[in-house]
T-cell receptor, first 113, second 114 residues
Framework: GENVEQHPSTLSVQEGDSAVIKCTYSDSASNYFPWYKQELGKRPQLIIDIRSNVGEKKDQRIAVTLNKTAKHFSLHITETQPEDSAVYFCAATQKGSQGNLIFGKGTKLSVKP | NAGVTQTPKFQVLKTGQSMTLQCAQDMNHEYMSWYRQDPGMGLRLIHYSVGAGITDQGEVPNGYNVSRSTTEDFPLRLLSAAPSQTSVYFC?????????????FGSGTRLTVV
């Protein structure tokens, strides 16, 4: 089955700096890669996603890149703000599955003002 | 349109007790699933369903049962609670089976087994 590895587990940056979180996946048939943000005590919420036929996607200060050959994808947050502090999860699903998402273990991002 | 509703929000059980975590969605989503979240472990899939009458096991199904008698409801049952089942449980639904897209999560149930 699919296995998703996420690094780093914790990340601390200064406000205004960039943050990068990386994930690798094991199943070459995986075709959809979402990123979720979870604030303390809240539910995970989708912030950006990418499909396997796209190499990069941007939405204001956040972007996701996908390298299918290397089987890894990354979340990039520019001009970080204190409200970006949260736990971020990457996930992957696979073509032909029943829509199951397999999640990485999460990255706790702290943005210091 | 309430989205995905989970009840209760908090629950304390004694070892060996049984209970049902409720999950309901009003978006007519075909796909529903249950995850548990433990510190440092991310979200792990327990069970899922692609429609009424159809359920299947995820990554960590042991100790849990599910059923899907209607499109709206997907309850998770703990038959004999164990301390290892202390966790936060999230229900999720999606309108697009086989794509993983459009997941909506409930607000979660924090379960403590003593």
């Amino acid at each position: 089955g699919e296995n998703v590895e996420q690094h780093p587990s914790t990340l601390s940056v200064q406000e205004g700096d960039s943050a990068v979180i990386k994930c690798t996946y094991s199943d070459s048939a995986s075709n959809y890669f979402p990123w979720y943000k979870q604030e303390l005590g809240k539910r995970p919420q989708l912030i950006i996603d990418i499909r396997s036929n796209v190499g990069e996607k941007k939405d204001q200060r956040i972007a996701v890149t996908l390298n299918k050959t290397a089987k890894h994808f990354s979340l990039h947050i520019t001009e970080t703000q204190p409200e970006d502090s949260a736990v971020y999860f990457c996930a992957a699903t696979q073509k032909g599955s029943q829509g199951n998402l397999i999640f990485g273990k999460g990255t706790k991002l702290s943005v210091k003002p | 349109n309430a989205g995905v509703t989970q009840t209760p929000k908090f629950q304390v059980l004694k070892t060996g007790q049984s209970m049902t975590l409720q999950c309901a969605q009003d978006m007519n989503h075909e796909y529903m699933s249950w995850y548990r979240q433990d510190p440092g472990m991310g979200l792990r899939l327990i069970h899922y369903s692609v429609g009424a009458g159809i359920t299947d096991q995820g990554e960590v199904p042991n100790g849990y049962n599910v059923s899907r008698s209607t499109t709206e409801d997907f309850p998770l049952r703990l038959l004999s609670a164990a301390p290892s089942q202390t966790s936060v449980y999230f229900c999720a639904s999606s309108p697009r089976p086989q794509t993983g897209r459009g997941y909506t999560f409930g607000s979660g149930t924090r379960l403590t087994v003593v």
